[in-house]
């Protein structure tokens, strides 16, 4: 099986067991800033920040005004919180300044704001304007890897750019959307329910995991 055949089944997949509707988010400065500080954070604790900091401030004018020790305060669960508060701050006071208060439409634009990466700019585009590219975060990275979809030796933009070559644009939103429940349930980081798992007939690491069992077997048994 080819990596085009491999992608439409894992869209086929997903489409069938996980939850890939699309809508645009309402507040793309929330979206903006949620991402920011899912940063290095897992998702448990990304949602008590957002709620502990949306719910004194969601406004770029609102958290520009904001004491920097207070927003220290509002975000520490959600790990390296100086250096998050310091660029929320920044990102907010320059979204005011230089865009009126609007979240930047452009990847370009989005890539200069303080914390920025690939994957904020990239979830801002797709869930907040619509825009068909695929975000690549934690488990969009592991997981195409692992089935054999991405090179091994990709970076995040080369994973990004190989993704999407065989992806249609009408099903790029999927992508993120279910690897990131498929990741969280069963292709999790460490151990990973291979056996429970649906693609395992497709999957790379799930052969090579087979076969080197296999070997290791036939290996006891002449010993």
């Known amino acids: 099986m080819n990596q085009r055949q491999k992608m439409k089944a894992v869209i086929t997949f997903l489409k069938k067991n996980y939850d890939t509707e699309h809508a645009l988010a309402r507040n793309k400065f929330m979206l903006l800033i949620g991402t920011i500080l899912s940063q290095r954070s897992r998702d448990i604790t990304t949602e008590k920040a957002e709620r502990s900091l949306f719910s004194v401030a969601k406004t770029p004018e609102t958290i520009a005004k904001l004491p920097i020790k207070k927003l220290q305060a509002l975000i520490r669960i959600s790990g390296p919180y100086r250096q998050k508060a310091k660029r929320i701050k920044a990102v907010s006071e320059i979204i005011l300044k230089k865009y009126k208060g609007r979240v930047p439409k452009t990847r370009v634009e989005l890539l200069e704001l303080p914390g920025v990466g690939f994957k904020t700019a990239d979830i801002v585009l797709s ?15 592991r997981i195409p890897r692992r089935i054999g979809l991405v090179s091994s030796k990709a970076n995040i933009e080369e994973a990004r750019k190989e993704l999407e070559a065989l992806t249609p644009l009408k099903d790029r939103f999927i992508i993120n959307l279910g690897l990131v429940q498929f990741g969280q349930t069963v292709c999790k980081a460490v151990r990973p329910l291979c056996e429970k798992c649906e693609l395992n007939k497709l999957c790379d690491y799930y052969q090579k995991q087979r076969q080197l069992s296999i070997i290791l077997k036939r290996l006891e048994t002449i010993t």
Request: proline content about 7%; glycine content about 14%.
């Open 127 to 141: 869930y907040g304007y619509g825009v068909p590219t695929i975000a690549v975060d934690t488990h969009v990275n």
